[in-house]
């Protein structure tokens, strides 16, 4: 049972496998729609209505008629896509099918079962999944030059806000901002050197044959999502890998060595080439982190404290201690100031905060400092101290265009897009070629303008 629910999940997920869900259903396929020169096949929506059923997602309205003109309203985007002659890059393409599949198969365990479950091999997977990506990068495509350089003005957020009914005012959540100081626990040399030998010990077993190094990875790597694929980390490019781990997997070229020792933010690696595709490189990697102690952790925590006493004491202000002491990279030249990558501003929801965080700065008033605590930094995975000063809290409320105005302008984008989008839809309908099988057109649709009359 529980391999039947995960290969339903992951079935889910990929939503370009048509051909294997109609099989899975006995479905006798047939044409549905014709919209331009496309055509929406019964086993697409059916395909589509397990999807959203697995997923817990409500339709709103008979699924024969939302999910066909769902698929419908892509096809025109498309079709006018073909017509202005709109593509997507194809390593922009191959590099989502990868990083997909890596997750595939990240969830389900190996590649053979992923080739099992599907009961075809990963390059039809690939293929099948391609067009799918394809198809998804292409419409967003179209959408983005259909929307144009969208530019809202204050004149417009304001005639919106003043335009609502008090009852429709969006109540804006409780948010904080967090002023951050990191330090990381001061690792000796010899615990380095043990991790480096460990790994240089790895790789001769590799070179010998003694071993295999998949196998060293799922036994012993610290990346553990890739330690279930045996260290295989998928097709990234360049930019997509930090620049020491970067540098040495694009210098491989023989998959039957392995690579010296790297060392990263994220700890020591070894690592193998699997294969090369241009700019896109696919490895195996083993991690090992340097283990902190608790001695070195008690240091790191009482030299914070004594930081955090010089700010409290107004001897130093929390921006000087920032720049003299803080090891943190993304706040550090922003005065300690944690940036919410969700909205582009200093405001958090606390759920959006770190854990650890989070529980520190629930209790605080604007202003104070906290004592020095541990906490996993979740980019490196790795153990650091820290203490916080909360620069501001504001309690949940009714928007108002002084203190929100970027969330309110943010609703009035969302609108506009979707009034360009909507409009353009109606208008395509009647320049465009669409036909509906008469047992599918006893629909109230979204879109009237599907069946001409």
Excluded at 24 to 45: T, Y
Excluded at 235 to 254: H, I, K, P
Excluded at 278 to 294: A, Y
Aim: proline residues 4%.
């Amino acid at each position: 049972m529980k391999n039947l629910t995960l290969k339903l999940a992951i079935l889910v997920t990929l939503c370009g496998l048509q051909q294997f869900v109609t099989a899975q259903n006995n479905i006798i396929d047939e044409v549905i729609w014709v919209v331009g020169e496309e055509a929406i096949l019964r086993s697409e929506v059916e395909n589509q209505k397990m999807q959203m059923q697995y997923q817990g997602e409500k339709i709103d309205g008979d699924p024969n008629c939302v999910i066909p003109e769902q698929i419908a309203v892509q096809k025109l985007f498309l079709h006018q896509a073909k017509l202005d002659s709109i593509v997507t890059s194809e390593n922009s393409v191959n590099g989502e099918v990868d990083r997909r599949i890596s997750y595939f198969i990240g969830q389900i365990g190996s590649k053979e079962k992923l080739e099992e479950y599907f009961n075809k091999p990963l390059s039809q997977i690939r293929l099948e999944l391609y067009e799918t990506v394809r198809n998804q990068m292409v419409v967003q495509e179209m959408q983005k030059k259909l929307i144009g350089d969208l530019k809202i003005t204050p004149a417009e957020v304001r005639k919106y806000y003043k335009g609502l009914n008090p009852d429709s005012i969006p109540t804006i959540p409780a948010t904080v901002e967090i002023q951050i100081i990191t330090n990381d626990p001061v690792i000796p040399q010899s615990e380095i050197d043990r991790v480096k030998t460990k790994l240089r010990g790895f790789a001769e077993r590799v070179t010998s044959g003694e071993a295999q190094f998949s196998t060293l990875a799922r036994l012993y790597s610290e990346d553990i999502e890739s330690a279930k694929r045996g260290g295989e980390l998928g097709f990234m490019g360049r930019g997509q890998l930090v620049t020491e781990f970067a540098n040495a997997a694009f210098a491989m070229t023989d998959p039957a060595k392995v690579s010296r020792v790297v060392e990263t933010e994220f700890g020591f690696h070894i690592m193998q080439l699997i294969e090369k595709r241009g700019d896109r490189i696919n490895v195996r990697h083993i991690l090992m982190k340097p283990q902190v102690s608790l001695d070195a952790e008690n240091k790191a925590l009482h030299n914070l404290d004594s930081v955090a006493k010089l700010v409290r004491g107004t001897k130093q202000t929390f921006e000087e201690a920032v720049v003299r002491n803080s090891y943190d990279k993304d706040t550090r030249m922003n005065s300690g100031l944690m940036m919410n990558p969700a909205t582009g501003t200093g405001k958090f929801e606390l759920q959006q905060l770190p854990s650890e965080i989070a529980k520190v700065a629930d209790n605080m008033n604007p202003g104070e400092i906290s004592k020095p605590f541990v906490m996993i930094n979740k980019q490196t995975n790795r153990e650091v101290c820290a203490f916080i000063r909360v620069k501001g809290k504001t309690p949940s409320h009714k928007a108002n265009l002084a203190d929100d105005y970027q969330t309110l302008k943010s609703i009035v984008e969302g609108k506009q897009r979707a009034d360009i989008l909507h409009n353009w839809i109606i208008k395509k309908q009647k320049d465009t070629y669409v036909s509906i099988d008469p047992k599918w057109q006893n629909c109230t649709f979204q879109y009237p303008g599907w069946i001409k009359k």
